[in-house]
């Protein structure tokens, strides 16, 4: 069965921190992986990787794929506290049309 | 920008009801995607719809059935409400089929059960 493990579950900073947050994945044919921030209301996508290696970055944020160890990861420098938020990540698969997500990993930064 | 639109931010109904959550995209998206969101469990999906009148599980579709009379909207219909229902509830759209398109999520029902 396909599995997406995001860890932590759960991530308490303070401001200016840099956090690492991980996503491990065990799909079957493997196409992408997608990265979204939900504060209260709907998921925005943030990032999507297809290559391992290659970082993608927006201002503070950055993720990276490793295709041979199935996971991604999202990092977020000098966190503040508009950070705070749930962070999803689904794989996406070749010839399949729907996603799974993970349980997410919920941050909040503090003041 | 795609707008993917939830006719409710909050519905409270009680158990037995015949309940409706609508979803509306505003981008001719040919997927649409019914999710629920628990604490601990993230999203799962409890239906998707690839074109009109046409419907696909997901992974926890019992107790629930879906409609798509139309391309723009897509409805998620619990028939006979239960308390194991109480949730987020959250729709989302993507464009082409198969592709490697992101969905694109309204802000969700938070659906609570009496």
């Known amino acids: 069965e396909d599995k997406v493990v995001q860890s932590p579950l759960s991530l308490v900073v303070h401001e200016g921190d840099t956090v690492t947050l991980n996503c491990s994945y065990e799909?079957?044919?493997?196409?992408?992986l997608l990265w979204y921030k939900q504060e209260k209301k709907a998921p925005t996508f943030l990032f999507m990787l297809t290559s391992s290696g290659i970082e993608k970055k927006s201002g503070r944020l950055s993720s990276i794929l490793d295709k041979k160890e199935l996971f991604s990861i999202l990092n977020i420098t000098a966190t503040q506290t508009g950070d705070s938020a749930v962070y999803l990540c689904?794989?996406?698969?070749?010839?399949?049309?729907?996603?799974?997500f993970g349980a997410g990993t919920r941050l909040t930064v503090k003041p | 920008d795609v707008k993917v639109t939830q006719s409710s931010r909050y519905l409270v109904k009680r158990t037995g009801e015949k309940v409706f959550l609508e979803c509306v995209q505003d981008?001719?998206?040919?997927?649409m995607f019914w999710y629920r969101q628990d604490p601990g469990l993230g999203l799962r999906l409890i239906y998707f719809?690839?074109?009109?009148?046409?419907?696909e599980k997901g992974d926890i579709p019992e107790g629930y059935s879906v409609s798509r009379e139309k391309k723009e909207r897509f409805s998620l219909i619990l028939e006979s409400a239960s308390t194991n229902q109480t949730s987020m509830y959250l729709c989302?759209?993507?464009?082409?089929?198969?592709?490697?398109?992101?969905?694109?999520f309204g802000d969700g029902t938070r659906l609570s059960i009496l």
């Open positions: 689904a794989p996406v698969e070749y010839n399949n049309n729907d996603m799974r």
């Open positions: 719809s690839y074109d009109v009148k046409m419907k």
């Open positions: 981008m001719d998206h040919e997927n």
């Open positions: 989302a759209s993507k464009g082409r089929s198969y592709s490697n398109q992101p969905q694109h």
């Open positions: 799909v079957t044919n493997f196409r992408s």
